[in-house]
C-alpha cells in the first residue's frame, strides 16, 4: 500500500529523536538505544532498573499523549497480519538486537553519531538484510496468498 | 531522582519524535525497506536528521564526551566480543551499574 513521502515532518521528528539521545547521553551518559534499555530492564542490573522504567514509561506515555491529541498520526497503512505471525516476528527482533549489540536506535543513530565502525555496519546489515525480508514477504509471499 | 526525570522527559521527547517522523506507521517503514515497490524515503530523512543532531549536540564535545565515557569504563566489565569480530573492540557493558562520566 503506497505512503507519502514526508521528508520536512521525518527530518524533523528525526531532529527530536537526535535531541533526545544527546540529552541521555549529555546528562545520564547513556546511550538512548531501545532495544538495550529494555533489554537491561529484563535482564540487567537492579540498581539500574530504575532510568531504564522511567525511559520506557516516557516514550510510552509519548505514544499515549500522541494518540489522544493527535490521533491521526498512529493510522497504520501496512495490511493486518496475523497475531502468531507479529509474535514471531517480534522474538525475531529481540534475538537480533541483543545478538547484535543494538537496533535501530542504538546502532543507527547513537553509533553512526559517535562515528562507530561497528554500528555502521551493524546498521547496514539490518538495512540490506531487512530490504531482502520485505522483498520476499511483500513481493513473494503475499502476491502468493492473494 | 533527577536522572530518572532526564530519561523520562527523554522517552517522551524520542516517542514525538517518533510519532511526527511517521515511523509509528508500520506501513511507511515497510516502505522504505521496499526497494523494488513504491519506494518511501522518508525513513532516510529520520535517521538523517537525528544523527545530524545527535552528532552535533551538545556541541564539538559530543563525540568526544562519548568516546570518554566510554574509555573510562573499559577496565570494569567488557560486552562480549561479536562471533564474528576479531577486528571489533569490545566496548563495555550497558549493564554496569555505575555510570562514571560526570565523577
Given amino acids: ?146 | 531522582v533527577r536522572r530518572n526525570v532526564v530519561a523520562a522527559l527523554a522517552g517522551l521527547v524520542f516517542a514525538f519524535g517518533l510519532a511526527l517522523s511517521g515511523m509509528t506507521n508500520p506501513g511507511k517503514v515497510i516502505a522504505f525497506l521496499d526497494v523494488t515497490g513504491a519506494w518511501d524515503p522518508s525513513l532516510a530523512f529520520v535517521m538523517g536528521g537525528a544523527i545530524a543532531v545527535h552528532f552535533l549536540i551538545p556541541g564539538p564535545l559530543s563525540v568526544s564526551t562519548s568516546s570518554i565515557w566510554l574509555l573510562s569504563r573499559g577496565s570494569t566489565r567488557s560486552r562480549t566480543r561479536p562471533f564474528a569480530g576479531v577486528n571489533f573492540i569490545a566496548l563495555p557493558s550497558r549493564f554496569d551499574s555505575t555510570c562514571t562520566m560526570r565523577s
Avoid: E
Avoid at chain 1, 43 to 56: E, I, T, Y
Fill in chain 1, 1 to 146: 500500500m503506497p505512503v507519502a513521502f514526508t521528508p520536512i515532518a521525518s527530518l524533523f521528528g528525526g531532529a527530536l529523536i537526535g535531541l533526545s539521545a544527546s540529552a541521555l547521553l549529555a546528562l545520564n551518559g547513556r546511550i538512548a538505544g531501545i532495544s538495550g534499555i529494555l533489554g537491561g530492564l529484563v535482564n540487567g542490573d537492579a540498581l539500574d532498573r530504575g532510568w531504564r522504567a522511567a525511559f520506557l514509561g516516557g516514550l510510552l506515555g509519548g505514544g499515549v499523549l500522541v494518540t489522544l491529541l493527535f490521533p491521526a498520526a498512529l493510522q497504520s497503512s501496512a495490511s493486518s497480519l496475523p497475531v502468531g505471525i507479529t509474535v514471531a516476528a517480534g522474538l525475531l527482533v529481540g534475538l537480533g538486537t541483543q545478538l547484535g549489540g543494538g537496533c535501530t536506535s542504538g546502532h543507527g543513530v547513537c553509533g553512526i553519531s559517535r562515528l562507530s565502525k561497528r554500528s555502521l555496519v551493524a546498521t547496514m546489515t539490518f538495512m540490506v538484510v531487512g530490504a531482502l525480508a520485505t522483498f520476499l514477504v511483500q513481493h513473494v509471499v503475499l502476491r502468493g496468498a492473494t
